[in-house]
């Protein structure tokens, strides 16, 4: 039995969909995300916190006794604590531990640096479930560690030399995140690596872009280093000196003929 919570929630056996209600979707994807027992008092107060101890505990009831109706067990309960039964796969459990393997540069990842890896990197957690304070910081902490492993996995593949891939990363983490610099400053090295200089210097202008017209921000100096020798990357904005033109100039009623230290006649 598998679980996916990545892109959008569906419960599974042998790849068939198992239909299930909504609370108990939100029951399944809580204990999954906490992948440990927790009590029951817990669970029912931080899905229900905006109504009664006993309303929240009566909602809990029922939507443990909604899960049942799947006609498989898929929670372990005891009269105090609840838990994911075990023999269920969460996909984000596995993208997680990747992701992690990604960040930790003394270990080899060969094995993960695959389509399916970056497919799994580019997909939010439960997207469409943002209306509840325990879901926004469960995103959060997933969409943060996903990015920087998109990064990772960026510059694994291009120090491969691998650099389609790698550039496919890099594009992955920018459309996560289109203001992250890192993100930008991996794929053009990516770029860069596969000797496509007029791709990185692209990719320079459109991060400048983004950020002055966002946050009124230019690239770090880290960034304006990588562009390609004899690309035109700008100064920062309020480094630049305006020329005014000679007719703008006042004119000045000193006779400057004479030399210094004379009065003219």
Known sequence: MTLRL????????DHKRVPISSSAQRLLAFLALQNMPRSRTYVAGTLWPDVTASRANANLR?????????????IDASTQELAICKHITVD????????????????????ILTTQMREDLSADLLP??????WVLVEQEQYHELRLYALEAMTERLTA????????????????????????HRVLM????????RGAAL??????RRVLLDELGLEPSPTLRNLVPPGGAAPEPSARRIVSRPASD??????????PAGTVPA
């Open 160 to 183: 491969a030399g691998r650099h389609g891939e790698a550039v496919a990363a890099g594009l992955a983490a920018v459309r996560a995140e289109p203001l992250r610099e890192s993100a």
């Open 189 to 196: 090295n990516a770029h860069l690596g596969a000797g496509n």
């Open 62 to 74: 029922s939507s443990l006794w909604r899960a049942t109706r799947t006609g498989h067990q898929v």
């Open 92 to 111: 984000i459990h596995a993208a997680a531990t990747r992701a992690h393997r990604l960040l930790d540069m003394s270990r080899p990842c060969d094995d």
């Open 249 to 258: 100039v006042p004119a000045q009623d000193t006779d400057t003929s004479a």
């Open 128 to 133: 469409e479930w943002s209306e509840n304070e």
């Open 202 to 207: 692209r990719q320079y202008e459109q991060c």
């Open 6 to 13: 990545l892109k959008s929630f569906a419960l599974s056996v």
